[in-house]
């Protein structure tokens, strides 16, 4: 109860309790870790990474999702707060989010976006389920 409360749009609560509908009991305990909210400037890889330089633009993650071998997957739910300014698009705004993914894959993480309509259109359900089962496979994982 307390995870969900963290989450912060209606893309996030449609991930996250299609993530659990879907898996936690085709999978048990082997089901990987889906944590929100996540603040990376805790994770003490990235801190070792960044040593001496500035910190991530953009620290907080929607999710983090842990696999096995130490594979960290960040998830995002992008609405236009991650490309537009003012109701209009921008330039800058998207040049900084795609910055700052290029910087999280090169500090060991796996990046997912999708669009907030995508996790809220009648069908997400099925679309979530799916994508999480080729990311378990891709990963060698099972999805039961």
């Given at each position: 109860m ?7 749009s209606d893309?996030?609560?449609?991930l996250f309790?299609a993530?659990?509908?879907a898996?936690?009991e ?27 330089r500035?910190?991530l633009?953009r ?9 096995p ?8 739910v992008?609405?236009?707060q991650?490309?537009?300014k ?9 040049a ?8 999280l894959r090169?500090?060991g993480y796996?990046i ?10 009648r069908?997400h359900?099925?679309r ?17």
């Amino acid at each position: 109860m307390r995870l969900q409360q963290s989450l912060m749009s209606d893309g996030e609560r449609n991930l996250f309790a299609a993530y659990f509908k879907a898996f936690r009991e085709r999978m048990g305990p082997r089901l990987p870790a889906l944590i929100p909210q996540v603040y990376l400037h805790y994770d003490p890889t990235v801190v070792k990474l960044l040593r001496g330089r500035l910190p991530l633009p953009r620290q907080r993650m929607d999710f983090l999702m842990l696999l096995p071998q130490r594979q960290r997957v960040v998830i995002e739910v992008d609405g236009k707060q991650h490309f537009s300014k003012d109701g209009q698009p921008s330039l800058d705004i998207y040049a900084d989010m795609v910055s700052a993914d290029r910087e999280l894959r090169l500090a060991g993480y796996e990046i997912f976006r999708f669009g907030a309509n995508e996790t809220t259109r009648r069908d997400h359900v099925a679309r979530l389920t799916a994508f999480f089962e080729q990311l378990f496979r891709a990963n060698g994982i099972d999805p039961g």
